[in-house]
T-cell receptor, first 114, second 112 residues
Framework: NAGVTQTPKFQVLKTGQSMTLQCAQD?????MSWYRQDPGMGLRLIHY???????DQGEVPNGYNVSRSTTEDFPLRLLSAAPSQTSVYFC?????????????FGPGTRLTVL | GNSVTQMEGPVTLSEEAFLTINCTYT??????LFWYVQYPGEGLQLLLK?????DKGSNKGFEATYRKETTSFHLEKGSVQVSDSAVYFC???????????FGIGTKLQVIP
């Protein structure tokens, strides 16, 4: 049982490049989400999904796209990278949207945009 | 909207010292409250949680009590170890699609 996995662990991009951050979970969780972590700002929700084929925006969605074709996978796409997207990105999953549910986090992707 | 307030730190303590990290929240209804811990280079993991008023969550010597009257969920440990050095996030969940609101995280450094 691997839990939540993310690839790559580190990435450096040039401004304007695009890339996809991968996230997968093997716990059959319905709810998945992407956060970015920045100093002094904690974790901010980018996008989330409540099941395959269903996604929606979080607090800071601009510049990012997501899709959810399977229960297991929830990739995050950066369309045209900007220095403001330099951050650490975490994918998380939980069984459902109940308020008692624990969130399970991946190890993170550290992204630098030059 | 919902919000969580905690100090950013860093909090520096000597080994075996008593730890308190304050957390207060604003929320409608009756949220669940969580403490997550992030060790260096890793993702967040659940430390403890409480799902209703007056509940006490505990794990690995850490404790926190859900105080609705003071809207607080302070994290305590009686004797910290070097291995407790990490960033601690207070969070609340009111359920629903937006899920969890996190505080900014408090960095704890424990020195031998």
């Amino acid at each position: 049982n691997a839990g939540v996995t993310q690839t790559p662990k580190f990435q450096v991009l040039k401004t304007g490049q695009s890339m996809t951050l991968q996230c997968a979970q093997d716990m059959n969780h319905e709810y998945m989400s992407w956060y970015r972590q920045d100093p002094g700002m904690g974790l901010r929700l980018i996008h989330y999904s409540v099941g395959a084929g269903i996604t929606d925006q979080g607090e800071v969605p601009n510049g990012y796209n997501v899709s959810r074709s399977t229960t297991e996978d929830f990739p995050l796409r950066l369309l045209s990278a900007a220095p403001s997207q330099t951050s650490v990105y975490f994918c998380a999953s939980s069984p459902w949207t109940g308020k008692k549910d624990t969130q399970y986090f991946g190890p993170g992707t550290r992204l630098t945009v030059l | 909207g919902n919000s969580v307030t905690q100090m950013e730190g860093p909090v520096t303590l000597s080994e075996e010292a008593f730890l308190t990290i304050n957390c207060t929240y604003t929320a409608t209804g009756y949220p669940s409250l969580f403490w997550y811990v992030q060790y260096p280079g890793e993702g967040l993991q659940l430390l403890l949680k409480a799902t209703k008023a007056d509940d006490k969550g505990s794990n690995k010597g850490f404790e926190a009590t859900y105080r609705k009257e003071t809207t607080s969920f302070h994290l305590e440990k009686g004797s910290v170890q070097v291995s407790d050095s990490a960033v601690y996030f207070c969070a609340l969940s009111a359920g629903g699609y937006q899920k969890v609101t996190f505080g900014i995280g408090t960095k704890l450094q424990v020195i031998p």
